[in-house]
């Protein structure tokens, strides 16, 4: 058979659900922060979560990762409840944030040294020689966090959620301290990672154009519930805007929102 | 349980201990300080001859034994703040690692720390009063271990209340083990409480550590009642410490406030 993997890989992972969420709910206090939300991220899928300040996209991903504890509804990340096998999960996938950080006294290498071994990874000196050089932060890798720049320490952090060579990356706002340059390059870097290991992200960002250019497929969140989901060209189309700006500030400022 | 994670997560704060010069003197100086004061002291005390007990060995001795809870508390409660401080803490959980392999890794940390402390205060306390805690014998084995035991669990509390409420009850860290330096009869008998404080100090084990102690000097026997009465009240709260810590943690993780320790 002369048929190139290339053409088979797409045929057989897109059918292969790597997250599944039913109905999940968060409240807080009586405030519905998360309102019954259902969908799924397919295998080597990037999914974007989109939404105004406070519809719940940051309570949403923490409640995959375990960190914060539903309400109600089922999560099932590659195939297993979150509930009964938080560890499976956890050492397969990972998180990034522009909102935390990593530990300030210590280097970038030792910091990337804690946690290759706390992931148990194999190889971990060539690993973390591997993601210094494809983040660009080789020459910073002697310092101690605390000197680094926000951007730079977003980079340290992205090459964190890369050690363990995750299945499926949690990314939040993850570009959102990181000049355009630096933004792009990221972009680039983690599509290549998308298309090369068929990655599958949770991706989310208040940058429209690099919702557009990252995400197959995007769920519109406003106060928790999703108002609309499809891949960005169907959105625009369903809403009819020439942007996904458009569609957003055209969502966000429907029945009275903060317009 | 991964051991392998554990000691993974104990290279973080020592690699901090490399890094920090400030975090290592720290290790020593309140001890040092204590130990040179009530050497003093002592030594003074001593001076006046009289059918008082030996100043020395109760001072020091009962310093030196007293350090040991403290450094086991703190070493569990600041180094959480320091993963609190430096926004950590969502990297820790969204790793494999458990909330008992984390509060596993800070024990181990608490027992490097009392290491490099009581070495020095060993060594300080033989080459400035020729006191000798060893002088205790295999006793020493029961004493410390009670007192590290009760330094965890007070360590553990005081880390899940850090955990619930945050940066405002950051103080507790420091401050928390001098709360029971009173009860714990540290530099007295606790004859000498009032008796309402002395039911207090009967259920607080290092009273029981520090009353064995002060047996042996006196007598020369071993204090077997005083020691079971320790270990006996040590399980009974560091089951009761870890419970607390798990029930704050599934607490703080329903509250959506586990993503926002330190905030
Ligand atoms: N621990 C908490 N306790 C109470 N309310 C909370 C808690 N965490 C979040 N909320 C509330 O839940 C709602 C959703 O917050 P969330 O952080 O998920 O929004 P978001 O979509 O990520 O917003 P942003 O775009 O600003 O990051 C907000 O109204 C927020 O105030
Ligand atoms: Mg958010």
Redesign the interface.
């Known amino acids: 058979m002369s048929i190139p993997q290339s053409w088979l890989r797409p045929i057989l992972t897109m059918a292969e659900r790597v997250v599944e969420v039913r109905g999940l709910t968060k409240v807080f206090n009586g405030f519905k922060a998360v309102d019954g939300i259902s969908f799924e991220v397919m295998k080597g899928e990037i999914l974007g979560i989109l939404g105004p300040n406070g519809a719940g996209k940051t309570t949403t991903m923490h409640m995959l990762l375990g960190l914060t504890t539903p309400t109600a509804g089922d999560i099932r990340i590659l195939g297993m409840d979150l509930r009964r096998n938080r560890e499976e999960i956890l050492s397969r996938v990972n998180f990034s944030s522009s909102y935390v950080s990593l530990p300030y006294s210590l280097t970038v290498r030792e910091n990337l040294t804690v946690f290759s071994r706390l992931y148990g990874v194999r190889g971990r000196r060539k690993k973390i020689a591997e993601l210094l050089d494809v983040f660009g932060i080789e020459e910073i890798k002697n310092e101690p966090t605390r000197r680094l720049s926000s951007g730079q320490i977003t980079r340290v952090s992205l090459a964190k959620s890369l050690l363990n060579d995750p299945e499926v990356l949690f990314l939040d706002e993850p570009t959102a301290s990181l000049d355009p340059d630096m933004a792009d390059r990221t972009r680039k870097l983690l599509k290549r990672f998308n298309r090369e290991r068929a990655l599958s992200i949770l991706y989310t960002s208040h940058n429209m154009q690099e919702m557009e250019e990252m995400c197959d497929r995007i769920i519109f969140l406003d106060r928790g519930r999703i108002v609309a989901s499809g891949g960005p060209a169907e959105i625009m189309a369903e809403f009819s805007g020439a942007t996904l700006e458009e569609v957003f500030l055209k969502i966000a400022r429907k029945d009275g929102g903060a317009g | 349980m ?1 051991v ?2 554990v ?3 104990t ?2 704060h020592l ?2 201990y490399r ?2 010069l400030p ?1 290592l003197m720290e290790v020593f100086y309140w001890p040092l300080l204590d130990l040179l004061v009530w050497g003093f002291i002592s030594v003074y005390l001593s001076t006046y001859k009289g059918s008082l007990p030996d100043f020395v060995t109760f001072f020091v001795g009962a310093l030196i034994l007293w350090d040991i809870l403290f450094r086991c508390q703190q070493g569990i409660s600041v180094s959480f703040l ?2 609190m ?4 803490l ?9 909330p008992v392999e984390y509060v596993l890794s800070l024990l181990l940390i608490s027992l490097f720390k009392l290491f490099l402390a009581s070495t020095v205060m060993i060594l300080v306390a033989m080459a400035m009063y020729s006191f000798n805690i060893f002088q205790f014998g295999v006793l020493l084995v029961p004493l410390v271990a009670n007192l590290i035991v009760m330094g965890w669990a007070v360590g553990i509390i005081t880390t899940g209340i850090i955990l619930r409420y945050g940066q405002e009850a950051e103080v507790l860290a420091w401050g928390i083990a001098f709360l029971f330096q009173p009860v714990s009869a540290v530099f007295y008998p606790v004859s000498v409480l009032p008796p309402s404080i002395r039911t207090i100090a009967r259920y607080v084990p290092s009273s029981h550590v520090f009353e064995g102690m002060r047996h042996v000097i006196a007598t020369g026997t071993f204090p077997t009642k005083e020691l079971v009465w320790a270990a006996g009240l040590n399980m009974v709260y560091l089951g009761a410490a870890v419970v607390f810590f798990y029930l704050n943690f ?1 607490g703080v ?4 406030l ?2 926002k320790v330190g905030e």
């Open positions: 991964k392998s994670r000691l993974s997560y290279t973080r690699y901090l890094r920090s975090r320091e993963d401080w430096s926004r950590n969502l990297n820790v959980f969204v790793s494999p690692m458990s599934k993780k329903k509250k959506g586990l993503v």
